[in-house]
């Protein structure tokens, strides 16, 4: 009898080791995992920071303040919350660390504020103004957000000489804001557009950014109007150079658009009244200006075709009725394909450069133009003096026909009772 009990107490031994065991190694599971969130805990953001409307500084000791000018004296993790402007924050080259979820600097109708010298980094947005008036972001660098500024509904905003590269999304974002000047920038290797603009974007001035290897287009434009884009070097973007969308007035001048892998400029429907000189339109896939419907009024002259895809293109059967030239003796482009002769040596080509049945460059150049020129254009069709007299007539003309049609029904209705 005592042999047939051996083989049960092993089994009663064998399972309690195996629970032992089984107990220590969730015990071993446990603390890994409880050292691990004390870790996680350590690295955690400080949390959201505020610079208070009487000046003071909640949420970190690495502020520190000298009247209105705050300065950086470490590095720095968690949200910046402005509840009062008029004040100079100053980085003095440290980081501040944000998370996906939240924007690294947030003023919200905060106005006459200049931030500089600051790294931000893993932020939903690294910078992000709204309705704010008069601020300046300058000489930061801004990496591994996923927008890296974002203007919304703000105006009179400067943005200078700031390293905005490596955003998953877009580098600078306007969003109806008014009067931005966006300059000497590097706006390298971002996810989406690199500089975009939407919404009812008014009198603003793009100038002197380097717009490299952007993931859509170098820059984006819907709903612009009276701004300028000038003298920007735009490279490599996967889509478009420029990219207008429903806008007018605008004037795109002295920049260099090259490699990008659709078209240079592209004008996207109901472009019109926008200004096309002096730009260098080199070597992009598709081509060099795409016209699309009806973006048929704009003024394209002194710019350099050179070894695009196509040249350019307009929507079938529209004409740019402002034209592809500045007449004569300005002239009109410089088209690296053009097979013309200047028998008179005047630097203007004998024969037109045609683009398709309804648009041609008349005065095409014969050499490439030096769009650095201080030479003024003028670039703005006038009408002759007679023509509102003679729209103002055809409309009298107009309302009178209607008025007297309406006369006529009027009476016949009054017959027929």
Not at 297 to 314: A, R
């Given at each position: 009898m005592t042999k047939?009990?051996?083989p049960h107490v092993k089994v009663v031994i064998f399972r309690y080791k195996m629970r032992v065991k089984s107990t220590i190694l969730v015990l071993l599971v446990l603390s890994v995992v409880f050292v691990s969130f004390q870790q996680i805990e350590v690295v955690k953001a400080q949390g959201t920071i505020y610079i208070r409307a009487d000046g003071t500084v909640e949420g970190t000791d690495k502020i520190q303040r000298d009247g209105n000018i705050y300065t950086f004296t470490g590095n720095i993790s968690g949200a910046i919350i402005f509840e009062k402007g008029g004040i100079v924050i100053d980085g003095n080259g440290y980081t501040l660390t944000g998370d996906a979820n939240n924007h690294g600097f947030y003023l919200n109708h905060i106005n006459d504020t200049i931030i500089k010298n600051v790294r931000i980094e893993s932020c939903n947005n690294g910078f992000y103004l709204r309705l704010s008036l008069n601020n300046t972001i300058t000489g930061n660098t801004v990496t591994g957000n996923n927008v890296g500024i974002y203007l919304r509904s703000s105006k009179n905003t400067l943005i200078t000489e700031n390293n905005v590269l490596n955003n998953d999304q877009i580098g600078i974002y306007c969003f109806r804001s008014k009067n931005a000047i966006i300059t000497n920038n590097m706006v390298t290797n971002n996810g989406g557009n690199g500089i975009e603009s939407e919404s009812s974007m008014e009198n603003c001035y793009l100038s002197e950014n380097e717009i490299l290897n952007s993931g859509l287009n170098g820059i984006k434009m819907d709903w612009a109007t009276n701004t300028t884009i000038t003298e920007n070097e735009i490279q490599n973007s996967a889509e478009n150079g420029i990219r207008v969308y429903e806008s007018r007035n605008n004037t795109i001048s002295k920049n260099n658009i090259e490699d990008n892998k659709a078209n240079g400029i592209y004008l996207h429907t109901y472009c019109f009244h926008n200004v096309i000189l002096l730009n260098n339109i080199t070597s992009n896939s598709e081509y060099g200006i795409d016209n699309n419907r009806y973006s048929a009024?704009?003024?394209?002259?002194?710019?350099?075709?050179?070894?695009?895809?196509?040249?350019?293109?307009?929507y079938p059967g529209e004409t740019n009725t402002w034209g592809w030239d500045n007449g004569f003796p300005s002239g009109g482009n410089y088209w690296s394909d053009y097979n013309g002769t200047d028998n008179n040596g005047d630097g203007i080509g004998d024969t037109p450069y045609i683009i398709n049945e309804n648009n041609q460059d008349n005065y095409p150049l014969m050499n490439p133009f030096d769009i650095s020129t201080t030479q003024e254009f003028s670039t703005i069709p006038e009408f002759p003096s007679w023509?509102?007299?003679?729209?103002?007539?055809?409309?009298?003309?107009a309302v009178a026909v209607i008025y007297r049609r309406i006369i006529h029904t009027r009476n016949q209705e009054r017959r027929g009772q």
């Open positions: 047939t009990l051996f009024i704009n003024l394209i002259h002194h710019n350099n075709f050179i070894d695009n895809g196509n040249q350019t293109t307009t023509t509102p007299l003679l729209i103002m007539l055809l409309a009298v003309v």
